[in-house]
């Protein structure tokens, strides 16, 4: 099975930070990684896919890049709505596998 | 609008089963491939199962495989897990989620979850 990483595994950052969260598979696989959102008692909510391509309606403050193995998710302004914990995931084959979550608070 | 509605959760004591079902509104259900994703308490995300679009694909996780079957009816636009064999691990708020295709990431469709609870 291919393991995810992610790091860090929490930060704290303020209102209009620049915030970069890494994630690293342990084999490549090439495009094939999501990245999603999620707040407390709520479901995920898919941000990217592709590596880099935006799901419908997600604000543009939110990117994504990387190929290979080692991908980044960005928030170029942190707003107060951003702060959640974020998970990446591989599809590139099965079994799927998330990362174990890099968790955005308030400073 | 596009909904999915889990039900079927609840506590059941280790070795029983349970069925959860995902109830699609608002898309051609039999039009997606229907994934379950589940969540420990204070855990991370762990991938479940995948169906394809007319039940004659699937995949498992490892840690399930052999006790939980994934299932969908079409023609009802509702999807199944029948979990088997229940251990004290498999405590999780349980999703549905729906993809594009078998090969596709997860889309913005999930359900609200259901809590699974496995304690004797």
């Known amino acids: 099975d291919i393991q995810m990483t992610q790091s860090p595994t929490s930060l704290s950052a303020s209102v209009g930070d620049r915030v970069t969260i890494t994630c690293r598979a342990s084999?490549?696989?090439?495009?094939?990684l999501a990245w999603f959102q999620q707040k407390p008692g709520k479901a995920p909510k898919s941000l990217i896919y592709?590596?880099?391509n935006l799901q419908n309606g997600v604000p543009s403050r939110f990117s994504g890049s990387g190929s290979g193995a080692d991908f980044t998710l960005t928030i170029s302004s942190l707003q107060p709505e951003d702060f959640a914990t974020y998970f990446c995931?591989?599809?590139?084959?099965?079994?799927?596998?998330f990362g174990p979550g890099t968790k955005v608070e308030i400073k | 609008q596009v909904q999915l509605v889990e039900s079927g959760g609840g506590v059941v004591q280790p070795g029983r089963s349970l069925r959860l079902s995902c109830a699609a509104f608002?898309?051609?259900?039999?039009?997606?491939?229907m994934h379950w994703v589940r969540q420990a308490p204070g855990k991370g995300l762990e991938w479940v199962a995948v169906?394809?679009?007319?039940?004659?694909?699937?995949e498992y996780a490892d840690a399930v495989k052999g006790r939980f079957t994934i299932s969908r009816d079409n023609a009802k636009s509702t999807l199944y897990l029948q979990m088997n064999s229940l251990k004290p691990e498999d405590t999780a708020v349980f999703y549905c989620?729906?993809?594009?295709?078998?090969?596709?990431?997860?889309?913005?469709?999930w359900g609200q979850g259901t809590l699974v609870t496995v304690s004797s």
């Open positions: 608002g898309f051609t259900f039999s039009n997606y491939v």
């Open positions: 169906i394809s679009y007319d039940g004659t694909k699937v």
């Open positions: 995931q591989q599809y590139i084959t099965y079994p799927r596998t």
């Open positions: 989620a729906s993809a594009g295709s078998f090969y596709n990431a997860l889309g913005d469709h």
């Open positions: 084999q490549a696989i090439s495009n094939y």
């Open positions: 592709a590596a880099s």
